[in-house]
């Protein structure tokens, strides 16, 4: 059998819903699409509990013009493991990692197989979406023509680390070694690092059209779930910190200063933001101690000369949410003021 083009790797766990209409807008979009020759649909099933193994037996049955294949895992082996073996399951040249409850829009496919066939030679692709549904907010900047990226600065001043949405991901398969897909280290963010390692050696194409929209539950009802799935860990903080050390990992490659210092500013007004807007909204104290001291000299290290932490986020952070919940007003009206003087003094220079 021809090997297929394209891997489209569905990881799944207890959403046997969301499984089922996803699989079925896939299945209209690639009929529509005529590419069904080039088209492998996989499916990981995290050992769930639900319905969901029903759901892809259902689907199974159905007539299709694509491959179709389907696994069970034994046990729940995480998020993060689970990614790593729906790319060990897939055959094609290219697999692309897409969540069982992004939207995808009606020219997907036919744009992702048209981008990977002009960029064979690529390492890895990443698809724009749309974040903010109901204003189309978009992860990076719109534009209909796709750009290639020679290094990792290049890649990295294009997307800004909006491949953190795993949906946003497509790999060449072969550039992905099986040891690096079963050895998955502690954290969310697993997939950035095997991002970051093709693109050592390889280029990268970006897609600057929103080919897919992310479909968020809100911040309660993601930490409700959360709870569930990771047994009473702290998943937010620990998901946010684990983000600040891979911000600093990608400093030991060869970056410009003014993206070094763009990365710092996203660390700190949109990172740190999101760890103290959970915290505040999280139960009558916030975070438990264990998660604080985690958190602590992680924050130390990457925030230490910056006077704000120190004075205004920090407090934040170790105050118990009644008290956060109304400070955090006064944390914004600061930045806002800063960031206007900011941009006053940009003008000026």
Known sequence: MNQPFLSIAIPTFNRAEKLKNQLSALHKSILKSKLGHAIEVVVVDNCSTDSTQDSIINFSNLQKSYTFSTFQNEKNLGGVRNFGQCILRSNGRFVWLLSDDDNLHDDAIEHIYESLSNNKEIGFCFVNHFVAPTIEVAAINIDNKDILTKNISEYIASTMFSESMVSACIFRKSLLSEETLKDIKPGPYQHMHWVIDILKIHNACIIRTPLFTVLHPGVFESRKIAKKSEHAKDFYLEAHIDFLKYTSYIYDFSLGLSLRIKIYRLTMNENLNQIIYHKITTGKLGYNFASLKLAFPIMLRKFYFSPSFWLINLPLL??????????????????????FFGNVLRKII
């Open 318 to 339: 170790l105050l118990p949410s009644p008290f956060a919940r109304f400070f955090e007003p006064l944390r914004w009206k600061y930045l806002e003021v800063r960031a």
